[in-house]
């Protein structure tokens, strides 16, 4: 009788880790799948009007945004690209990759804020401002996670960690208007982390309590 409770601690707890090992593992490929949520070239030009930003739809996994900006199809215009996006509830954007990007001068700018639209214009001068963040990003940032730097870029909201459910609004800008510049963005959007770890915790908890009971009423009988 000795020996049972610990039999069922062991089962308890392999059950425990074999069900976090496959969601672990379902998570993973779901984050890995690869989805071209946005391309100018096949969705047409993205908005330039900061209060109509265009409305793209994620999903989980890495979600690609590409487009041109610097020169706007319409003659003498600049183009600006105002995108907004929507976080899933249970779901959080992990990273903001730069994918690819040909940029005029030295780099372009993405600005991230929370809500439907961006509330300042392009010709904003001040340091300070409502963005959650920003990152000036070029050919040498290609491959990188700008979710980072735009955390704690100067003069912006700021935050920490992935960014949770909600409404988001991205700015892309190019200065150099003399040829459109492209970029590309893959945007991780992955399940928050299931609380597997404290199930293993709990049934451990629980089994070690039975254990001690049942030696207790043993102690009690003899």
């Given at each position: 009788m000795s020996g049972t409770p610990t039999l069922a601690l062991a089962r308890n707890l392999l059950a425990a880790t074999a069900l976090a090992t496959t969601l672990t593992a379902l998570a993973s490929a779901a984050a890995t799948a690869q989805i071209v949520a946005f391309?100018?070239?096949?969705?047409?030009?993205?908005?330039?009007?900061?209060?109509?930003?265009?409305?793209?739809?994620?999903?989980?996994?890495?979600?690609?945004?590409?487009?041109?900006?610097?020169?706007?199809?319409?003659?003498?215009?600049?183009?600006?690209?105002?995108?907004?996006?929507t976080v899933p509830m249970?779901?959080?954007?992990?990273?903001?990759?730069?994918?690819?990007?040909?940029?005029?001068g030295a780099f372009s700018?993405?600005?991230?804020?929370?809500?439907?639209?961006?509330?300042?214009?392009?010709d904003w001068t001040s340091?300070?401002?409502?963005?959650?963040?920003?990152?000036?990003?070029?050919?040498?940032e290609i491959g990188l996670d700008l979710l980072p730097t735009m955390a704690n870029s100067p003069g912006s909201v700021g935050f920490s960690g992935p960014l949770q459910a909600g409404t988001y609004a991205l700015w892309?800008?190019?200065l150099d208007t003399s040829e459109p510049h492209t970029y590309a963005f893959g945007l991780g959007v992955t399940a928050v982390p299931a609380p597997s770890a404290l199930?293993?915790?709990?049934?451990?908890?629980?089994?070690?309590?039975?254990?001690?009971?049942?030696?207790?009423?043993s102690v009690t009988a003899s």
């Open positions: 391309d100018e070239a096949r969705d047409g030009d993205a908005s330039d009007d900061r209060f109509a930003p265009t409305t793209v739809a994620l999903t989980e996994g890495v979600n690609t945004l590409r487009g041109f900006s610097g020169q706007s199809p319409t003659p003498d215009v600049h183009d600006l690209d105002y995108i907004t996006f249970g779901f959080q954007l992990e990273s903001f990759v730069l994918q690819s990007a040909s940029v005029g700018f993405v600005g991230l804020e929370a809500g439907p639209f961006i509330t300042i214009p392009a340091v300070e401002s409502p963005l959650l963040g920003w990152s000036h990003f070029g050919s040498a892309i800008m190019e199930l293993v915790s709990a049934l451990f908890g629980a089994a070690t309590r039975r254990r001690s009971r049942t030696r207790t009423r």
